[in-house]
Nanobody
Framework: QVQLVESGGGSVEANGSLRLSCSAS????????MAWFRQAAGEEREGVAG???????IYADSVKGRFTISKDNAKNSLYLQMNSLKPEDSAIYYC??????????????????WGQGTQVTVSS
């Protein structure tokens, strides 16, 4: 059974940093495209950052230069380092995985497995 479990969310002041983690079980994430999405209250889900099996990455314009996605295949884990956080970054952050090998994408329709999310709150 595939399972993705996020951790590392919390409350931080503007310009602070957080590091999100996503632990995968039931499959090997190394051959998949992995990504982080977020959804703020009353907003649509938004792709934040993605990484494919070769380590190629993609970022939403709103987080470029501030967020870094990475993965540790040995630990079967995905990470999102978030720096210079802004109040508009507040949202529930979800880890997601495709069901097959794919170039990095932030189109949610390609993702088969999802975590339950972790809350990030940035205060001004």
């Amino acid at each position: 059974q595939v399972q993705l479990v996020e951790s590392g969310g919390g409350s931080v002041e503007a310009n602070g940093s957080l590091r999100l983690s996503c632990s995968a079980s039931g499959y090997n994430l190394s051959a998949r495209c992995m990504a982080w999405f977020r959804q703020a209250a009353g907003e649509e889900r938004e792709g934040v950052a993605g990484v494919d099996s070769d380590g190629n990455t993609i970022y939403a314009d709103s987080v470029k230069g501030r967020f870094t996605i990475s993965k540790d295949n040995a630990k079967n884990s995905l990470y999102l380092q978030m720096n210079s956080l802004k109040p508009e970054d507040s949202a529930i952050y979800y880890c997601a995985s495709t069901g097959h090998r794919l170039r990095p994408t932030l189109d949610p329709d390609y993702f088969r497995y999802w975590g339950q999310g972790t809350q990030v709150t940035v205060s001004s």
